[in-house]
């Protein structure tokens, strides 16, 4: 199932809308507020789908029975860009448990890359709920090698993917990966195109060097 919630109007647009003004994406301090704002309002969403359990609360004039999440997810994300998107998700899941991969592109000498995976800090995602963030899933190599690397330390009971941006050739590329799984995606809008070097078109640009500089590419 994917969700692209930039097709209903909503204050989640004027962040979006901010991330891609080229701009406005100049201000670093900016861009990482909106990507943790975006992130916060991902976070609101999958808590709608996700299970709830009564708790009695004692307050001080009586007991209220509320509705609470029966479980913390597990959240993980991609090292560096994905960073501000994972603390909005932290935001409100403020009691979760917290995965960080590092994963990157490692380009040769006629400008092609390959993913590499260098580690995963994480606890076990058996038997939970993932939540997964990375801000933009291109082709969708580095979420599919960072999701094998968690995988391989448990099988959890369902995923959710968080990205700001996507593109065709990347959901297909993850649901093609992880069909047996039970996945949903959560993007901000879906762009058709991918350029020769499979950035997003019209994208936003590298999300890790507008949030934190400028790096040098492996080689």
Known sequence: MIHELGKTN???????????????????????R???RMGEIFA?????????????VITPLGTAHMQVLAQQPLLATILRAGIPLHQGLLNFFDQADNAFI??????????DFVIKLEYVSSPSPKNRILVISDPMLATGGS?????KGLIEKGKPAEIHVVSVLAS???IEFLKKSFSKYKMTIWTGAVDDELTAKAYIVPGLGDAGDLAYGNKEDEK
Not at 102 to 111: G, Q, T
């Open 168 to 170: 065709l050739e990347g």
């Open 102 to 111: 590092s994963a990157y592109r490692k380009y040769d000498a006629d400008e």
């Open 143 to 147: 979420l599919v090698a960072a999701l």
């Open 44 to 56: 609101y969403e999958i808590s709608k789908i996700m299970p709830f359990r009564e708790k009695e």
């Open 10 to 32: 909503s204050i989640f647009n004027q962040f979006l809308s901010e991330v891609r003004d080229e701009k406005i994406q100049q201000d670093r301090m900016r861009f990482r």
């Open 34 to 36: 909106n990507m943790e």
